[in-house]
């Protein structure tokens, strides 16, 4: 019978950021098809961009519960993508064109995930 063994490497523990947003915190992105917001996140380098991960919520009711993205809430499809350096939320209607309004004030939480 083979038996394999395992090696862990303790990470630093997961942390979190949070960032209010308020409507006019969005800008129309350049395809014109979407709105999005830059949350500068300084402890995403390039060594966590290249091993690390990120999730985001957000929170539409002062953070009595999260809601993971991407995901479809009120018609707005949100989406995000990270580098070095921030965070950048993606806003659009569900069918794809530019939303009719930024989104309502709602807050962001980032929970970043350290890997080796």
């Not at 490497?9 to 950021?17: A, G």
């Not at 350049?30 to 966590?48: H, W």
């Amino acid at each position: 019978m083979a038996s394999c063994t395992k090696q862990y490497t303790q990470v630093v523990p997961n942390q979190t950021v949070y960032a209010d947003l308020t409507p006019t915190n969005w800008t129309t992105t350049a395809s014109g098809t979407a709105d999005s917001v830059l949350i500068n996140t300084p402890v995403i380098d390039q060594y966590f961009t290249d091993h690390g991960g990120i999730d985001v919520y957000f929170t539409f009711d002062n953070g009595n519960s999260y809601e993971q993205i991407p995901e479809v809430y009120n018609s707005i499809s949100f989406s995000y993508v990270y580098t070095a350096g921030g965070v950048v939320l993606y806003a659009q209607n569900a069918n794809g064109t530019l939303p009719a309004s930024a989104p309502t004030a709602l807050t962001a939480k980032i929970v970043l995930i350290p890997s080796n």
